[in-house]
């Protein structure tokens, strides 16, 4: 067995994506392209976030939770806490923890709905908007040095690709956040 098939110093991930494909094949399960698929987007993922937090907002003191709810409060804002949770894909549970220091340092406001007074809302400061605008043109100029790889052609597809994936979802039992 070569020394990078058995998890040597020369594997690396795409050579491990393609002895996972081998491996695969030999215990029967195929040609392991959905593994592919799924491992190749998951870590495309991962490296992403942790460069906009790394590059991004943990200069700025924040983590990716807190930015991304700070966002999504900023352009959808004022909203309930529980939207907060589905826009950014996190647990009521996690926005209410993230939201208690952001409150704390005057970037976030929390009040209970007029019409529904178990109901909290979000909306930012004015601080809060003033960080988010600063905040989002170092976010955005990222963004554009990750997707400056791809064409504008390449980007639409990639994004209606993974819209795909998302939105089919509904075919099988998939489990989300509540």
Known sequence: MAEDEAGGPGL????????AGRRLREHGFGDGLATQVLLTLNRAS????YDLEAAV??????????????????????????RAA????????????????????GLLERAHDERDRRAVLLSLTERGRREMAAT????????REWT?????????????????LITDRHQFDVRGRR
Not at 46 to 49: F, G, L, N, Y
Not at 86 to 99: F, N
């Open 12 to 19: 690396d991930f795409w050579s491990f994506i393609e002895l």
């Open 46 to 49: 991962d490296i992403v976030t």
């Open 57 to 82: 907002h943990r200069p700025r003191g924040r983590s990716w939770s807190a930015f991304r709810l700070l966002f999504v409060t900023w352009l959808a804002g004022p909203l309930e806490a529980k």
């Open 86 to 105: 589905e826009l950014t894909g996190m647990s009521r549970a996690a926005v209410s923890a993230l939201s208690k220091p952001l409150v704390a340092e």
């Open 136 to 143: 989002f043109e170092a976010q955005r100029r990222r963004e």
């Open 148 to 164: 400056g790889v791809l064409t504008e052609t390449e980007q639409r597809i990639l994004v209606m690709l993974l819209n795909k």
